[in-house]
């Protein structure tokens, strides 16, 4: 044989063997199971586990996306047997997609150990690797990095473990899961980004509870059943959760819906979750996937913790392999199911008379006397274990409900909702001159606003809107947004200014509340004066009020006011959305 062949097949061997023994000399022994089950990996450990495991199997792919609010890059993995990373082949292909986000709450870090875990338990498996050959699975590591590198042993008082975690607020100390829609974050920016790249068929948010006491080490928050609606909405209360629940029931896990209830004990019953788009599951469900959080329970060892949600994982992933045409079929029709409707619902309220029974687990509550207070306080008496009978409020019936526009018309200036539309790749036209047509006009009827500040916000709640329809001209530039597309429940949440999480009620439009201009009543005395003797409706209609409104007719500002807002003097833009509906 030829000498630089001979040295070039040397080259190979010892290359092959470097690779065989970095395998073996890493275990990838994670320092969840180093320490067992006290501690959980840091960022930087995390990323570093991460980058070996792709390194060493190429089943495994590592991704930097977009920025987070840290300053630091969100990471994504995947995990494909077929060693295929572009999500545009797979989306293509047979396969299964499965998002798994960890630490959006950095001190609830029980996914971040369990995934580590899992993919390295997966890629180092023959027989897994062949059973999910129709599956990929894609993995934030840590999703809130600037909360997981402000690490403490304190924050989490009613935690039980690990040693060290992460703080609840991102580097601008946002809760990450209240910030899906508005998207203040750069770390909602990036979500968005892996999210429509992904676009995952299941959804899971790993999460610890707080709250009340009992005996389950871990609860279930599936995406509330009548949000999702339609056949999906069917399949994930009737087919999904049960079998995911039998799943783990097999393996001596007892699961059971998240337990809603705060300061009181769960005997009375409780509701399920309703997860609004706010929330990552509520965002998720506007793009028709099947999402879960996973919260475990705050009181439960951290070992026991992660290995429940490592198991959890597992049941999901072998759900999905079960029913794999099953869920793509439901989620290819959902769009055409809800078009077909001709209405959206967009907002929902506890259907108070229909419930299910849980025979719930839970420990006997009492109020005793407080050694620290001179009140009361909460006890559960763990040495009480009770299953008894439960009410579990599980159903929602639609508050208010709308029919879906041909299109809505965003006005030209309101690029911080252009900028959103985008990001979650809704399809729009851009006018490309002044043009006129017919549409419904909206304008604020009425609203609540929030006393104290959510989110960096002060939300808006109980909107009401008045609408006519009319020829309106729409200047070079504003947004033509068509429903018939699969964003469809994204546009409807977010441009209705009655749905629950709208852009609205975020304060996006808050500068249309304001008048910018007004009057100086001395000289509007004279001009109110002279619109009243040209206008006998205007002044039938004033007249008519103070008679049936002891209020207004004891308040002359008041009066003229009515007068102003009633004549061409009142500036058109107050209270006018920028949203229109063409149908």
């Not at 473990?161 to 899961?177: A, I, K, V």
């Not at 788009?277 to 070992?303: Q, W």
């Not at 006397?369 to 009410?391: E, H």
């Not at 009655?498 to 996006?508: C, I, K, P, R």
């Amino acid at each position: 044989m030829h000498l630089k062949k001979l040295l070039f097949l040397a080259i190979i061997i010892l290359f092959s063997g470097t690779i065989s023994a970095q395998k073996i000399l890493n275990d990838f022994t994670t320092v969840f199971e180093k320490s067992k089950g006290a501690e959980t990996s840091t960022y930087q450990e995390t990323i570093a586990f991460y980058k070996e495991l792709a390194t060493a199997y190429p089943e495994i792919s590592l991704f930097e996306m977009g920025e987070t609010d840290s300053g630091f890059p969100l990471h994504l993995v995947v995990f494909n047997t077929s060693k295929e990373f572009d999500f545009n082949k797979i989306h293509g292909s047979k396969k299964n997609t499965i998002l798994i986000n960890n630490a959006i709450h950095p001190g609830e870090p029980d996914g971040v150990d369990a995934s580590m875990m899992l993919l390295r338990d997966l890629v180092q498996d023959k027989n897994s690797l062949k059973k999910l050959k129709n599956i990929v699975l894609a993995v934030i590591p840590i999703y809130n990095i600037g909360g997981a590198l402000n690490r403490n042993s304190h924050s989490r008082a009613n935690q039980n473990g690990p040693m060290e975690y992460g703080f609840r607020g991102n580097s601008q100390n946002y809760d990450l899961n209240r910030d899906f829609v508005k998207a203040d974050t750069k770390n909602a920016k990036a979500f968005a980004e892996i999210f429509h790249l992904v676009k995952p068929d299941i959804f899971i948010d790993n999460h610890v509870s707080n709250g009340a006491d009992y005996q389950y080490g871990i609860t279930h928050l599936f995406t509330q059943h009548n949000n999702l609606g339609n056949d999906l909405g069917v399949f994930i209360e009737n087919e999904m959760r049960p079998n995911i629940e039998a799943s783990l029931l097999k393996k001596n896990i007892n699961i059971t819906p998240y337990v809603n209830v705060w300061g009181t004990t769960p005997e009375a019953g409780f509701s399920q979750f309703f997860d609004s788009p706010r929330y990552s599951t509520g965002y998720t469900t506007m793009f028709n996937t099947l999402g879960m959080m996973v919260e475990t329970h705050m009181l439960k060892p951290y070992k026991q913790r992660v290995e429940e949600t490592y198991s959890l994982l597992e049941s999901v992933i072998d759900f999905t392999i079960e029913n794999s045409t099953k869920i793509k079929e439901l989620r290819n029709n959902a769009v055409a199911k809800i078009l077909a409707k001709k209405t959206y619902p967009i907002s929902f309220e506890l259907d108070k008379d229909n419930y299910t029974i849980l025979q719930f687990k839970g420990f006997e509550g009492s109020y005793i006397d407080s050694k620290v207070t001179n009140g009361k306080r909460l006890f559960y008496d763990r040495a009480k274990p009770y299953t008894k009978p439960v009410k579990y409020f599980n159903n929602f019936v639609p508050s208010k409900e709308i029919t879906i526009p041909k299109a809505y018309i965003l006005k030209q200036g309101w690029w911080k909702v252009l900028e959103r539309l985008k990001d979650n790749n809704i399809d729009y036209v851009v006018f490309k001159n002044d043009t006129t047509i017919t549409a419904e006009e909206q304008h604020i009827k009425d609203y609540k606003t929030s006393a104290k500040p959510f989110e960096g916000h002060y939300m808006h709640s109980k909107t009401e809107v008045s609408s006519t329809t009319k020829k309106v001209l729409f200047q070079k530039g504003a947004i033509y947004i068509p429903t018939q597309q699969n964003g469809v429940r994204y546009i409807i949440e977010t441009l209705e200014a009655e749905a629950t999480d709208s852009f609205f009620n975020w304060n996006f439009f808050d500068t249309v509340l304001e008048q910018k201009e007004h009057f100086s009543s001395y000289i509007f005395e004279d001009i109110a004066e002279k619109l009243l003797q040209e206008n006998p409706t205007l002044r039938d209609l004033l007249h008519q009020k103070m008679k049936t409104d002891k209020d207004f007719a004891e308040s002359p500002e008041a009066q003229l006011d009515f007068v102003y807002k009633n004549s061409p003097y009142y500036e058109s833009a107050h209270l006018k959305l920028p949203v229109y509906k063409v149908f």
